[in-house]
């Protein structure tokens, strides 16, 4: 099984289902590809038919959709065990997955992922709004599956994955969050997968200057 991926420092959407197959220790092989560099869709025309990342190759079965290649691992290696048990559960998880992959334009667009910055922006009201949005969303699932675990849903499960890119980012800007938000967030930077993306990121040479946005924060 193959995973193609970005450059770690900036491609949110690789983020997502590498984070899965990190922390359930599914064996896979990482194919890295430096975006918007010479030839790089050229490179990627090899893998994926979107030129786009993330892509997962699986025998004769290629998936192109980050969301879709965690629901793809679930099923077929974890028996389903990236979503909650409960059908109202996993109703629940997809509706936040859903959310995070096809809205929040302001923060994608205003607070592009940078493992390696720690920086202050001016945000819109839009994007404060949205802000305020992610944190009523990891409230809201922590006060509900508080005593399953630590995570969104108790348990690791693909919200987690769909979730970890916004975490970054409030982490790199310092975006204030309720007490419930924060406590989430820096439980989610200490799981071991997350640490070891955020480690090799910051090793990466690769820079985007339109990625490079915001002002040094002071201690």
Not at 3 to 30: C, D, M, V
Not at 140 to 154: I, K, M, N, P, V
Not at 196 to 217: C, F, R, V
Request: contains cysteine.
């Amino acid at each position: 099984m193959q995973l193609i991926i970005g450059t770690k420092n900036y491609s949110s959407w690789s983020l997502r289902p590498w984070l899965l197959l990190q922390h359930y220790a599914i064996p896979f092989e990482e194919i890295k590809i430096a975006l918007f560099t010479e030839g790089f869709k050229d490179e990627l025309a090899k893998y994926s038919p979107t030129l786009r990342v993330p892509v997962l190759k699986d025998g004769e079965t290629t998936i192109w959709d980050s969301l879709a290649i965690c629901e793809f691992v679930s099923d077929k290696y974890l028996q389903g065990r990236a979503l909650p048990k409960s059908v109202e559960d996993r109703g629940l998880c997809r509706a936040y997955c859903s959310e995070m992959h096809s809205g929040f334009f302001a923060i994608r667009n205003e607070m592009p992922m940078n493992c390696r910055a720690l920086r202050r922006l001016e945000l819109s009201d839009e994007a404060v709004a949205e802000c305020k949005r992610v944190d009523q969303l990891f409230s809201e699932a922590r006060a509900q599956f508080a005593a399953q675990g630590e995570y969104l849903f108790g348990k690791f499960s693909i919200a987690d994955c769909m979730f970890a890119p916004v975490v970054t980012r409030f982490h790199s800007y310092g975006v204030a969050l309720s007490e419930a938000g924060q406590e989430y967030m820096h439980f989610m930077l200490k799981n071991p997968a997350l640490a070891s993306w955020l480690e090799q990121a910051k090793q990466e040479t690769q820079i985007l200057a339109d990625y490079e946005l915001g002002t040094p924060l002071t201690p």
